[in-house]
């Protein structure tokens, strides 16, 4: 089933006054570092510290009661963790979460703090989707992937929603949208959520050297994976001290979204 900026448009009704609308923030020194306008969308500043809560929330809002009777099961390191935990919360279900056992200790005490239960596994050894999706076919709990799934997609898409009303009201025109991938959850949702606005805007994905499977598959025109452990080490999608210069972008405005 395709997602839509229809789709984006009925999860920023959904999440209207659950998530934060986060600013865009401008800095001048780094504008004159970039050779254009530069908005930062700073998603450190949602709820549970992640842009995941939106995704993760215009799923479980969807629950039937029936199926917020049996709960969800979901597998992360930490981000979709914490925004599934929440989420339930709110919605009055039980999470139960599948996590690394060298799962960062904040976000494991993040999650608990929330409520959900965590079932740990080796992610050396162990695959977490199977554990999870037996979890869910004993259980009956509703399965909450992190991004292959359209109310998670439409979810994070109110991201770039966001950031095309807020730079239209600043009398901005995006021309082109920096955005962190992962398994693309964020990256497709901001896309169809921005040209809502700016249609003609262009969405760059950004990920780390060595673990680019994003752009090899779509050059190779199927799913490739990671090289286990990745090379060289995995460095920051966008540090913004290392923004080229002259930079290639329009020299007008571009957004980053980032978590």
């Known amino acids: 089933m395709a997602v839509t900026g229809a789709d984006v448009e009925a999860a920023a009704d959904l999440l209207a006054g659950k998530a934060v609308v986060t600013p865009l923030l401008t800095n001048a020194a780094l504008d004159a570092v970039v050779g254009a306008r530069v908005l930062l969308k700073p998603e450190v500043l949602q709820r549970t510290g992640s842009f995941k809560f939106r995704g993760a929330y215009n799923r479980l809002g969807r629950l039937t009661a029936e199926e917020r009777a049996r709960g969800v099961v979901a597998w992360s390191s930490g981000n979709h963790a914490q925004g599934v935990a929440e989420a339930a919360r709110l919605v009055g279900t039980k999470a139960t979460i599948v996590m690394p056992a060298d799962a960062p200790a904040i976000k494991v005490a993040g999650t608990r703090a929330l409520g959900a239960e965590i079932v740990f596994y080796d992610r050396y050894t162990e695959d977490r989707e199977v554990i999870g999706r037996e979890l869910s076919a004993r259980t009956g709990a509703v399965l909450v992937p992190s991004y292959d799934d359209v109310h998670i997609i439409a979810g994070q898409g109110t991201v770039g929603l966001e950031i095309g009303r807020q730079?239209?009201?600043?009398?901005?025109?995006?021309?082109?949208?920096?955005?962190?991938?992962?398994?693309?959850?964020?990256?497709?949702?901001?896309?169809?959520?921005?040209?809502?606005?700016?249609?003609?805007?262009?969405?760059?994905?950004?990920e780390p050297e060595g673990f680019d499977d994003m752009a090899r598959s779509l050059a190779a025109g199927e799913r490739l994976a990671n090289a286990p452990g990745g090379s060289p080490p995995a460095t920051p999608c966008c540090p913004p001290a290392r923004a080229p210069s002259p930079s290639p972008w329009p020299r007008s405005c571009w957004a980053p979204a980032w978590w």
């Open 167 to 206: 730079a239209a009201a600043l009398g901005l025109t995006v021309d082109a949208c920096l955005v962190n991938c992962s398994g693309g959850g964020l990256a497709t949702g901001t896309a169809l959520g921005l040209k809502q606005t700016f249609p003609g805007a262009r969405v760059h994905t950004a």
